[in-house]
């Protein structure tokens, strides 16, 4: 029996022994990864990364967010160099020089450098393997490719909703086949290659794109040649263009982003004294504008679009209410009409201009000119009119499209994070977020579109106050929770209260009384 016995055990132990060494074959191998991720430090970085387009992790050892990404660089590392893109990393602990020479301060940082010269910059985009694959596609490919259809702008769109994630793409045209256009165009795409997605309209073509969807669809025809422009794209929306007239000529471009150029006509006052062509007027408004006209806030974009230099309107909501549709659809609606009302001040103020040079120039009488300039300016009063009587003026009116960034917020997911705008479960609620000076606008009567744009004209002319986030606007956020509460508040404190009353009124015991009491009594009997 004990033989028998024996026998049993030493076959179990040799299948679980061969099923473990079955198991751990695959484990092993499937664990090793050839990594092609060059650890560099600050007395071999700048021979190594002498050449090529190099992509470089700062990190640190104790880093728990470096632990995540570390394995995710080893993984891609050999088909981004496929790509063009080395990827190297600095262990910031063992070398300070380099780490203080490129101002690291958190980690991990992602600094990129496409060709010998150039500047490093700040790699801002998503953290995932296919996001740093696809940084490297973008970068290796043409920076302003030629739109000769529909669908090739379609592909544009899409490329950028797939890799970008914003579905916005920018769209140079006019301007015909002039060198001057094409090399403002090109260098500031270029410049933004790393952030997004541009395209220039071929010279001669015309490409129809339609607005939003539904009735009052408006077909804008985006074409080749005429007047330099540059719009922003996204499916199911009308163009945002940005605003003003843009200078073709290195001096012009030059001149205008010495001045600050944000909507100017683009003439110069005097010669450029450098013919360098500058293009931080162009991709200023690019960046501003490099996000959906109304988007859905979550943990991957929240900061990012924090960042472009708006303050955020928060439509906060329940998914799951009945109400949630037509509540967010009230709201993109107030984004799409300042959006509109914004291209309508635009066009009528160019039209004035047009005017004026058409009479000037002897190319239309002046009288044809006086009517066209009446037409340009029944469009700026249209415009002015929406704008509610002694609020604003329609000047600041027409800031509005550029001063805020709409967007709705799941508030059930994030329950937690809004409360810090005096949110406590009472959906859905609008919130305005300036997220540089870390304060908030809210008031808890705003919860119709018309509302809102009343809502957001006063605090763009400074006269909503402001609230702070964080500890700062804790007891604001405390009075905000005890209104919320009401009459529950009351009856959670009403016996603290009454508590705390009676054991400041009871009268406490009297030391000759406890002398004179029954105990000392007992103690004198004893003696």
Request: proline fraction near 5%; charged fraction near 25%; hydrophobic fraction near 40%.
């Amino acid at each position: 029996l004990r033989s028998k016995f024996r026998e049993k055990m030493e076959l179990k132990l040799f299948i679980l022994a061969a099923l473990a060494c079955n198991l751990a074959v695959p484990i092993d191998a499937a664990s090793e990864v050839t990594s092609f991720v060059e650890v560099l430090n600050q007395d071999t970085f700048d021979e190594a990364t002498k050449e090529g387009f190099w992509l470089v992790e700062f990190y640190a050892p104790w880093c728990g967010h470096c632990k995540v990404l570390n394995p995710i660089l080893d993984e891609i590392s050999e088909q981004t160099l496929a790509e063009g893109m080395h990827i190297g990393k600095v262990d910031t602990t063992k070398n300070k020089k380099i780490t203080d020479k490129f101002g690291i301060s958190g980690y991990p940082s992602l600094k990129f450098r496409l060709l010998p010269g150039e500047e490093w910059r700040t790699y801002e985009g998503g953290r995932k393997g296919k996001d740093l694959v696809a940084f490297a596609e973008r970068m290796k490919g043409e920076p302003l490719p030629s739109l000769q259809s529909a669908d090739d702008l379609g592909e544009l769109l899409k490329r950028s909703k797939a890799n970008n994630g914003t579905g916005v793409a920018f769209v140079f045209g006019g301007g015909g086949a002039r060198s001057s256009w094409l090399n403002l165009a090109g260098t500031a795409a270029r410049s933004v290659q790393h952030k997004t997605y541009c395209g220039v309209v071929a010279p001669g073509t015309k490409l129809a794109w339609s607005g939003a969807a539904g009735p009052g669809t408006v077909t804008t025809e985006l074409p080749g040649g005429g007047q330099p422009y540059l719009a922003a794209l996204e499916n199911g929306e009308a163009p945002r263009f940005y605003p003003g007239q843009i200078p073709v000529d290195a001096q012009a471009a030059t001149a205008a982003a010495a001045g600050g150029s944000g909507g100017g006509d683009g003439s110069a006052a005097s010669p450029a004294r450098s013919t360098k062509v500058d293009t931080k007027f162009l991709e200023d408004w690019m960046k501003a504008n490099d996000a959906p006209l109304f988007v859905k806030f979550g943990a991957a974009n929240f900061r990012k679009l924090g960042k472009l230099g708006k303050k955020l309107v928060i439509a906060i909501a329940d998914p799951e209410n009945a109400t949630t549709p037509s509540f967010l659809k009230g709201v993109q609606q107030v984004a799409r009409r300042l959006a509109t009302e914004r291209a309508s001040l635009d066009n009528g103020a160019e039209a004035l201009v047009a005017a004026a040079l058409k009479a000037a120039s002897g190319v239309v009488s002046w009288e044809a000119a006086a009517a066209e300039a009446v037409k340009a300016a029944e469009v700026k009063m249209a415009a002015e009119r929406k704008a509610p009587s002694g609020v604003v003026s329609w000047e600041v009116a027409g800031d509005l499209a550029d001063a805020f960034l709409f967007g709705h917020l799941d508030g059930v997911k994030w329950k937690d994070f809004v409360e810090q705008f005096n949110v406590y479960g009472d959906l859905p609620r609008l919130v305005v977020m300036d997220m540089p000076k870390e304060v908030f606008y809210e008031d808890r009567s705003v919860d119709e579109p018309d509302e809102l744009e009343t809502f957001l004209r006063q605090v763009h002319a400074g006269k909503v106050p402001a609230q702070r986030e964080g500890y700062q606007g804790s007891v604001k956020r405390f009075v905000a929770k005890v209104n919320d509460m009401g009459w529950r508040f009351y009856a959670m404190a009403l016996p603290l209260v009454l508590s705390l009353l009676a054991f400041c009124l009871t009268k406490p015991a009297d030391d000759d009384g406890e002398l004179n009491g029954p105990s000392a009594r007992r103690a004198k009997k004893a003696q």
